[in-house]
């Protein structure tokens, strides 16, 4: 585990793209705890907030995530989540490695767009617009009807993070 000192955090590098299907490339889980370590990805993890409010460092900027916020965390950048007073918080995460980026790009743009999406300066307190979020919630709800590790329910969070890829071209 390599580990990192700044001034007032210890980081450790915690999270690798261990995906419980290699080829896929893309994985998601839920996150119900208001508290997560100092950590970087070697993947590309889209962060929605679908309940409470929470504290979130990236890029060395606090914000209050609450219902709604998106992120973007890409490889190398570090975050962490931390409690925002009493709230409790829940958040989805889409996860997808580098090489199913470049490929879900090929397919879709016909070009790998990982450079453009690596030098993305997105805001910390990016909201999805309501219909938008609705969409995420029921393509969520989608992946409750498949068996987890099913050729559907990667289907399904591939054409989520094209979703949110698609929002973020539009930014």
């Known amino acids: 585990m390599a580990t990192k000192k700044t001034d007032t955090l210890i980081e450790h590098k915690i999270f690798n793209v261990n995906m419980p299907f290699p080829k896929q490339g ?5 996150c119900y705890q208001n ?6 990805h070697d993947y590309y993890e889209f962060v929605i907030v679908t309940d409470g409010k929470v504290k979130h460092i ?9 219902q ?6 890409k490889p190398g950048e570090f975050h962490q989540f931390l409690p925002y007073h009493n709230h409790h918080s829940k958040h989805i995460n889409f996860c997808i490695s580098a090489p199913a980026m470049q ?15 690596d030098n993305w300066v997105l805001p910390n307190d990016l909201f999805l617009p ?30 989520i993070i094209i979703e949110l890829l698609l929002f973020l071209f539009q930014k």
């Open 35 to 40: 508290y997560t370590s100092f950590h970087d």
């Open 26 to 30: 893309v994985n998601f889980n839920w």
């Open 68 to 73: 709604g916020m998106f992120f973007l965390i």
């Open 130 to 159: 309501q219909k938008d979020f609705e969409s995420i919630l029921n393509s969520i709800n989608r992946l409750s009807q498949f068996p987890v590790h099913s050729q559907n329910s990667f289907a399904v969070i591939k054409s």
């Open 58 to 66: 990236l890029k060395g900027t606090t914000s209050i995530a609450a």
């Open 103 to 117: 490929e879900i790009s090929k397919v879709f743009w016909l070009k790998d767009m990982s450079d453009t999406v």
